[in-house]
């Protein structure tokens, strides 16, 4: 069961060839045996469960279960559930048991799937390689001396080892997209708007955007149907008419215009990844697409950009964790500024800490209009990009990152050469497009290559369909690590 696809097992399910609660069981055992060496849960709790296994397996039986009733899913430890320890990977929050549940639990709670556990991740998602956590670095199914890429580097770890069907995940400059493919599965962050930030612990609220995380694209846009609808809770969420994401899945792809940026090929990338990406280029060509060079000039841009705009908001939202009103409070100080400096000092770690003082600096008096105000005038100009490229062809193609997964500790004393992982990932988030990896091979060393696809807005079902063409005549996705059976 562990390598059965979400349509599977909720079609086992309805036909009652399997209860909730077995298949939970199945996982639960699994996560047992492997998170000790992979370290891709901070939070399991069976009784929780099996409990809400048990109201799924009640839920079929009445015939009123939806399309993925009774199948379990493993959450990122960023989004508040109700009852259950909710740290977002930090020792400010590790004693934090969240009081409401957010939106996407909800859904996820509605569609009467179980909930596996709280999934490690970078501290409060600053991080592309799951080492800032406080629960210890997450090891990549594939080789464990290897990272998992970040900040989902749990939810993608859990999914390649088969420990969970699916996982929800977030993306700020590439956390979903990157662990996707640095671990070999398929990962899909939204439009901007499009799923609620209700309940997700903020990072930089302009960029986070909340996704699936699952072996293949039809998972995916299964996944999507249950996590987007409009929230009045959240002022950014859209108020559009609900989609099926399935609906296009089996269109060919005759006369599929596929845009390949020739900055997303140049200097920088790794040979193995770029030979990867034009196998899977000719694949495409193979099924009836066609592709045309654009350019996306300013993309290289992202990173600096990124780094000015996303700190500047972290700085903002990570105030109200001052040991005051829930968290982590220093045990000694002498005044109330002594408690918040020492709780804000022990409290944080340094990649958090590093991101909050770059944020306080560009927001300072002087340097607002020199940096902020500068990155945002950028940032429209990534965005104008996109725009006169979609001219020009119905999705982007190149890689979701320059190369493959490193090893442990590797990148840790580089600060810049780790936030150049996301050089491709980050620009949509800029622009607030839809953005999904899968995977599309592997390098000599036995570790996945991601192939990255980017839409217009709102494009979700064309890149779905794309992505789940490829996949029914390719088998990358389809593989396990081997040690992990």
Known sequence: ????????????????????????????????????????????????????????????????????????????????????????????????????????????????????????????????????????????????????????????????????????????????????????????????????????????????????????????????????????????????????????????????????????FAEGLNNEVAAAVDAAVEELKNLGATTVEISLANSKLAIPVYYVLAPAEASSNLSRFDGVRYGYRAPDYASLDDMYCKTRAQGFGAEVKRRILIGAYVLSHGYYDAYYLQAQKIRRLIADDFNEAFKACDVILGPTAPGTAFKLGEKSDDPVEMYLNDLYTIPANLAGLPGMSLPCGFDTRGLPIGLQLVGNYFSEAKMLNVAHQYQRTTDWHARAPEGLK
């Not at 079609?11 to 609660?21: D, E, F, Y």
């Not at 397996?57 to 279960?65: K, P, R, S, V, Y």
């Not at 809770?233 to 099926?244: C, G, I, P």
């Open 1 to 264: 069961m562990s390598d059965t696809s979400l349509s599977t097992l909720a079609a086992q399910l309805a036909a009652k060839q399997v209860s909730s609660r077995e298949l939970a069981q199945t996982y639960l055992d699994r996560i047992a045996a492997l998170n000790p060496s992979i370290n891709a849960f901070i939070t399991v709790d069976p009784e929780k469960t099996l409990l809400e296994a048990a109201a799924a397996d009640a839920l079929i039986a009445a015939g009123q279960a939806g399309p993925l009733t009774g199948v379990p899913i493993a959450h990122k430890d960023i989004f508040c559930t109700d009852g259950w320890l909710t740290t977002c990977g930090s020792k400010m929050l590790h004693n934090f048991v969240a009081p409401y549940d957010a939106h996407v639990i909800q859904r996820f709670k509605a569609a009467g799937m179980p909930s596996l556990g709280k999934t490690n991740m970078d501290e409060f998602a600053m991080g592309s390689s799951n080492e800032t956590s406080h629960f210890g670095p997450v090891k990549n199914p594939w080789n464990p001396a290897y990272v998992p890429g970040g900040s989902s580097g749990g939810a993608a770890a859990c999914v390649a080892a088969r420990m969970a069907p699916a996982a929800t995940g977030t993306d700020t400059g590439g956390s979903i997209r990157q662990p996707a493919a640095l671990c070999g599965i398929t990962g899909l962050k939204p439009t901007y708007g499009l799923v609620s930030r209700y309940g997700m612990i903020a990072f930089a609220s302009s960029l986070d955007q909340a996704g699936p995380m699952a072996p293949s694209a039809e998972d995916c846009a299964l996944l999507l149907n249950v996590m987007t609808g409009f929230d009045p809770n959240d002022s950014t969420s859209l108020e559009r008419d609900k989609e099926d994401y399935t609906r296009d899945l089996g269109k060919p792809l005759t006369g599929l215009r596929v845009g390949l940026p020739r900055e997303f």
